[in-house]
């Protein structure tokens, strides 16, 4: 189970942390990170962290989010800065865990200009 928290509402420029942890059973996970939907729009990878330490970013965030990770506490955060209108949209917490994807149920962020 992925729990997530942390989305809201801010204005442009703002910026919000979403925190995400697994519970469960937890075997080994492979990587973590968030997805998005913005509105009327097919969901996106934003950023994921590797068990390794690697990160990845979807170009539009580069710079202005930062993710890390806690492997003891299967937990996963998504520092979001300088947060833009077009980052607006429902964030969902991902996990791979031996070979397979999982969802949480997303939370909603919306940065209005």
């Known amino acids: 189970q992925l729990q997530a928290s942390g989305g809201g509402a801010v204005q442009a420029g703002g910026s919000l942390t979403l925190s995400c942890t697994a519970t469960g059973n937890i075997v080994s996970i492979d990587a973590m990170g968030w997805d998005r939907q913005p509105p009327g729009k097919q969901r996106e990878v934003v950023a994921n962290i590797h068990r390794s330490g690697t990160t990845n970013y979807t170009a539009s965030v580069e710079g202005r989010f930062t993710i890390s990770r806690d492997n003891a506490k299967n937990t996963v955060s998504l520092q979001m800065n300088t947060l833009k209108p077009e980052d607006t949209g429902v964030y969902y917490c991902?996990?791979?865990?031996?070979?397979?994807?999982?969802w949480g149920p997303g939370t909603q962020v919306t940065v209005s200009s």
């Open positions: 991902t996990l791979r865990m031996l070979g397979f994807d999982y």
